[in-house]
């Protein structure tokens, strides 16, 4: 049994001698408590925040891909363990987990994601990405954290420095991880398989944030219960018979099967799909051939595929097997290979309801509810969402990154914001950080037990 512990609603809260039912007592809103407790934190963060903003310049500039977060971790782990927490690193590939044991109570998880994009960085910044590596395939790419990777591990390193030096405000276990390969999805089954719930405290609730393109600096968004997307990658191979291009009669061309199959998986959505439901079918590549006038073999298609219900999902699967045969099968062209990278699949996040009420509870008069505003669930993915599935409830909120009057200029010329996987994205780094510290913290302290 916990001690009593600061909550948003439930309490009884005694007032001039009666006793109350409703509003917390503790960090209820309005409360003198909660006043308290967010000067303190912010105090600290004030003092923290000169250091963590060049923390954020030093992560922007020097970004890795997923499975390569060597340097990035390295930096993690170090800066937990000067934040007084004990550390392992190497959890499923270069993933870190930091605990710092504070008596008796519940277990907190709070997660960020170590890895970049492969993108060439357009922001113009005097700290932006400059990095060029080769790819899994050889081809040398930009490397960018145009996800807000960067923002996310500046606000979890601020956050833990902030909870380290509060320990005489809250009772628990607060579990820190920092995750590989997010944008591979792959990440947190890796630690997951590793052993993150049996060699480490497992968490009573899991925390994480996520950097917003069109959201103004000092806000948040929130989606209770399903909020992300699953999503599937699909490689298609076309096949076909190669031959001249003056003679395709001699021929079976794979070109021209992979533009009916791509036509042909509109119709999955448009027709197959309850128009009541969410899905997207992208075809986000295409590969074939390597001169005017030679009909090539084959024809290689990459494919995302975005699903809310896991029977959705199925059909959807199935359908674009159904589809890639058909086309080959009318053009007498040998059956093609259709294959969803299991390694790459990202369940949908959904966002325990009771976890996010609570938390949301007491955001709201710690940022003014003018700035915690509620969303639609997106069609993105996020691989948070296998934590959840292992049976933690998770929340996950989305942090305001960018200038509101950019905001409210693009609103007015009716043009989005560069979003996030833009090589013009740019997060304002200090009011950003200031808010995704003071949140996380704040969350924090509702969730552990107060002494």
């Keep these: 049994m916990h001690r009593a512990r600061w909550r948003a609603g439930g309490l009884l809260a005694a007032v001039g001698g009666l006793v109350l039912c409703g509003m917390a007592a503790g960090l209820a ?40 977060e060597v340097k990035t971790a390295a930096r993690m782990a170090a800066e937990l363990r000067q934040a007084g927490f004990e550390v392992t690193e190497k959890v499923g590939g270069h993933g870190v987990v930091a605990v ?23 922001t113009g910044l ?5 990095v060029r590596v080769r790819d899994a395939e050889g081809k040398q790419v930009g490397v960018m954290h145009a996800c807000g990777h960067d ?70 968004g929130y989606t209770e219960g399903l909020a992300l997307a699953n999503v599937d990658s699909v490689d298609i191979v076309v096949k076909g018979v190669g031959g001249h291009g003056s003679a395709p009669h001699t ?19 448009s027709r197959e799909v309850d128009p009541l439901e969410s899905a997207v079918v992208t075809v986000g590549s295409i590969h074939g051939g390597s001169k005017h006038n030679i009909i090539p073999a084959e024809v290689k298609l990459q494919l995302t595929v ?54 949301v509870g007491v955001l709201k008069p710690v940022l003014g509810s003018e700035n915690v505003n509620t969303m639609l669930p997106r069609m993105g993915g996020e691989d948070f969402s296998r934590y959840g599935r292992a049976g933690v409830p998770i929340f996950m909120f989305w942090l305001g990154t960018v ?47 107060k002494p």
């Design 126 to 130: 005097p700290y932006a990405s400059l």
């Design 251 to 269: 021929t079976v061309d794979p070109i021209v099967i992979a533009a009916r199959i791509i036509v042909d998986l509109q119709t999955i959505v």
């Design 151 to 220: 923002i996310h591990m500046t606000c979890w390193v601020g956050t833990a420095r902030v909870l380290a030096s509060l320990r005489d405000r809250w009772r628990g276990t607060l579990v820190m991880i920092a995750q590989p390969a997010e944008e591979r999805g792959a990440g947190a089954k890796a630690m997951l398989e590793d052993g993150l719930f049996s060699r480490f405290p497992k968490p009573d609730f899991a925390l994480a944030l996520h950097c917003d393109g069109a959201t103004p600096h000092g806000q948040i």
């Design 100 to 122: 710092l044991k504070n008596g008796a109570g519940p277990t907190l998880m709070l997660r960020t994601d170590l890895d970049a994009l492969p993108i060439v960085e357009d």
């Design 403 to 449: 200038p509101p009057e950019k905001v409210a200029e693009a609103r007015q010329q009716g043009r989005p914001m560069p979003s996030l996987h833009s090589a013009f994205y740019a997060p304002v780094p200090e009011p950003s950080v200031r808010t995704g510290v003071l949140s996380l913290a704040m969350a924090a302290l509702e969730l552990l037990d």
């Design 306 to 359: 975005r699903t809310f219900k896991d029977s959705v999902r199925k059909h959807v699967l199935e359908a674009i097997e159904r589809i890639a045969k058909s086309a080959a099968a009318a053009a007498r062209a040998p059956e093609p290979v259709v294959a969803a990278i299991p390694g790459e699949f990202t369940p949908a996040t959904y966002n325990d309801p009771k976890l996010t009420q609570r938390v």
């Design 29 to 68: 809103p309005g409360d003198g408590a909660l006043l308290e407790v967010k000067a303190a934190v912010e105090s600290k963060i004030e003092a923290e925040l000169p250091n963590l903003v060049e923390l954020y310049k030093h992560l922007h500039a020097n970004p890795e891909l997923s499975f390569e």
